[in-house]
């Protein structure tokens, strides 16, 4: 069975863990590149990571880019979205088809 994480500030992922994930909280880069490889080496399949805590630690989720596992997924925070994970949204379907069709027209 896969296992699901998220990665955030502790206010905006601990309503996941009723949910069943995992989580994790990181305050600040260290933590969050720490967490991330930590649950990338345990086998997660899927990791949701805030945008807040993802724009501090871009190099780090590239390095998964590629790979099949795990999945890194962009979610909104507590202070809301910032746009990147809608933006990683088009980049990967516009990679995938050659066009962007979720563009609005």
């Known amino acids: 069975m896969y296992k699901?994480?998220?990665?955030?500030?502790?206010?905006s992922i601990?309503?996941?863990?009723t949910l069943g994930f995992d989580v994790r909280a990181c305050e600040n880069e260290e933590e969050g590149?720490?967490?991330?490889?930590?649950?990338?080496k345990e086998g997660y399949a899927v990791i949701y990571i805030t945008e807040q805590l993802a724009c501090r630690i871009e190099e780090d989720i590239a390095k998964y880019k590629d790979s099949p596992l795990?999945?890194?997924i962009l979610i909104p925070g507590k202070t809301?979205?910032?746009?990147?994970?809608?933006?990683?949204?088009?980049?990967?379907?516009e990679r995938a088809?050659?066009?962007d069709i979720l563009a609005d027209a």
């Open 80 to 93: 809301g979205s910032l746009g990147i994970g809608m933006k990683g949204v088009h980049a990967a379907v």
């Open 4 to 11: 699901l994480a998220v990665l955030g500030d502790r206010e």
């Open 33 to 40: 590149s720490d967490a991330l490889h930590s649950l990338a």
């Open 70 to 72: 795990p999945a890194i």
């Open 97 to 99: 088809v050659g066009a």
């Open 14 to 17: 601990l309503g996941y863990r």
